[in-house]
């Protein structure tokens, strides 16, 4: 066998292989293909490939029928929800409820006479009217989370509230007056040297007095009590809450 060369040209797949014969002395040339190594790779790519397409598939097949297992990490971080009762906090910020309002008309007839003289020598009479309006309405401040209990399934809620107060009324002093007044000669000459300069004081402060009365045997309470609930039940439900109970301590 003759020297033999090897170097690459011609065909892209093959290599070209000089041979000289010893006994002629010529050379004589052949082309020998060239091994295929790109294309066993792209092939073990494919696989590759394809094996780990078929093994995610099957993961995701198995999580959803819940066939998969599952490992729980013991050195995961575990969160715990303290916040505290937002439902609470929001009605509690409300201080007050407002639920109804009274307004009140009252005529305050106010007589002074002295035994044995007559009225027409000393005496006084005077009509007042007295126009004032009376507020009722519920405390939120004192509320714990005791006075609010949610159910487990959290389709209901109770509410325990105090009773409905009365506020202090509020004299309209533009639409208050003084309707009639009568008075005897004595009177009217006092009236002229100064008078009673605290007068219209004491009537607003009867008609006042006569106004609380009137809100106190009013069910001007019992209605407080009916829009308290009535605004709970509207708000809870519009919550998604299905079952809304709303009770008051006694007066």
């Not at 065909?11 to 292989?17: C, G, I, L, M, P």
């Not at 008609?207 to 829009?227: C, F, M, P, T, V």
């Amino acid at each position: 066998m003759g020297a033999m060369t090897t170097q690459s040209g011609g065909r892209s797949d093959q290599t070209r292989v000089t041979e000289v014969l010893p006994a002629q002395g010529d050379e004589m040339v052949r082309y020998v293909p060239e091994p295929d190594r790109g294309g066993r790779w792209g092939r073990r790519l494919m696989l590759l490939v394809g094996t780990m397409g078929l093994i995610i598939a099957a993961i995701f097949g198995l999580k959803a029928v819940d066939l998969w297992p599952s490992w729980h990490n013991p050195f995961a971080t575990q969160r715990t929800d303290r916040t505290g009762p937002v439902l609470l906090q929001s009605i509690q910020d409300l201080s007050r409820y407002v639920a109804a309002e009274g307004n009140f008309y009252v005529l305050v007839d106010e007589q002074e006479t002295k035994k044995f003289i007559p009225d027409f020598i000393f005496g006084e009479r005077t009509l007042f009217v007295g126009v004032g309006s009376v507020d009722a309405y519920v405390d939120f401040n004192g509320l714990t989370e005791g006075s609010i209990t949610e159910s487990a399934d959290g389709k209901s809620i109770e509410f325990k509230l105090p009773a409905p107060q009365l506020e202090k009324p509020s004299i309209d002093t533009g639409r208050s007056y003084v309707f009639a007044e009568e008075r005897g000669i004595t009177n009217k000459i006092g009236d002229f040297f100064g008078g009673d300069p605290n007068k219209a004081q004491r009537f607003y402060q009867l008609a006042e007095q006569k106004i609380a009365q009137a809100a106190e045997d009013s069910e001007l309470r019992q209605r407080a009590e009916k829009n308290t609930r009535l605004m709970l039940e509207s708000m809870m439900h519009s919550l998604g809450y299905e079952k809304v109970t709303v009770t008051f301590a006694a007066p």
